[in-house]
């Protein structure tokens, strides 16, 4: 298909909340849950553990990262990640709760308590920063568009400024949006990327922007209709948003991130939700802020 090619040169580089309890679908092994763990009283590593359950925010509309399946549960690579960062906790992802995060809501769950951690296609910023805490990155990613089959207005993914006059749909509140309005006023936002797909085939809008493999996901989804332009004009380095100030936990979770390049199980995570669609790329240095 055609979005494969704009991934080859990249793949080298480095609302009402729904919650489901369960593991995902697809074809993945679950990761192996430590079962003789103790952390320091007081941390948050000690009280999950302590719990036996973890509440994760995630996307329900995202191929490949972040879906719901067809028995309810979210299926994608995110969701692999939040399992290995259960399993490291001593929780098998069995005791996981789901919580569906939209791009406008992930800092204000963080911050009202909703969820333990947000795995949710989750772009590390300055501004997002001010307000949480991020562990990663896990995954860096890069912004480009998904046009109708031919791309009919010759959009280029590495320059923004071919969009022109066309109209360029995105979601609220994402770094996708603040990106773009940097070259045209001519976007229209909608809750879900997902929610892009009907504007563009009835021609009120173009084009939608975002992370290419968001866009990868929703072209393998409809084949035949979409594809992603070649290149990209932005880095995008996703992380795993968590409480301002907890150290303690952020720690834990970039060793637990670490671990899993050097073991295996991040690139069986990615192997089992990515890999039929994207080559597997390095796994990006954690940030030790």
Do not use: H
């Not at 907890?246 to 295996?264: M, V």
């Amino acid at each position: 298909m055609k979005f494969k090619k704009a991934f080859t040169a990249f793949a080298g580089l480095a609302a009402a909340a729904l919650v489901l309890t369960g593991c995902s679908g697809g074809d993945s092994s679950e990761p192996e849950v430590e079962s003789d763990v103790s952390f320091e009283e007081g941390t948050t590593m000690a009280q999950l553990n302590a719990d036996q359950s973890i509440t994760i925010g995630v996307k329900f509309d995202q191929p490949l990262f972040g879906l719901q399946g067809p028995d309810g549960t979210p299926e994608g690579f995110d969701i692999e990640i939040g399992k290995i960062i259960a399993a490291k906790l001593g929780i098998p992802a069995e005791n996981i709760t789901w919580t569906e995060t939209v791009s406008q809501n992930r800092e204000p769950f963080i911050q009202q308590g909703q969820v333990d951690l947000v795995i949710a296609t989750y772009t590390i910023n300055d501004e997002r920063k001010e307000v949480i805490d991020f562990a990663g990155p896990y995954y860096v990613a890069g912004q480009s568009f998904l046009v109708p089959e031919g791309n009919p207005l010759g959009i280029d993914g590495s320059d923004p400024e071919s969009v022109g006059d066309a109209t360029i749909c995105t979601v609220t509140g994402s770094t996708s949006e603040d990106n773009i309005r940097e070259y045209t006023d001519n976007v229209i936002t909608v809750d879900k990327y997902s929610d892009c797909l009907e504007p563009i085939r009835t021609g009120e809008a173009d084009a939608l922007t975002t992370d290419n493999v968001i866009l990868a996901g929703l072209v393998d989804q409809n084949e035949g209709e979409f594809e992603v332009t070649e290149g990209t004009f932005t880095e995008e380095p996703y992380g795993i948003g968590l409480e301002k100030g907890d150290q303690e936990f952020r720690d834990f979770i970039n060793d637990t991130l670490e671990e899993s390049y050097s073991d295996g199980a991040w690139e069986a995570a990615w192997t089992s939700t990515v890999g039929d669609i994207l080559p597997t790329p390095e796994p990006p240095a954690v940030d030790r802020y």
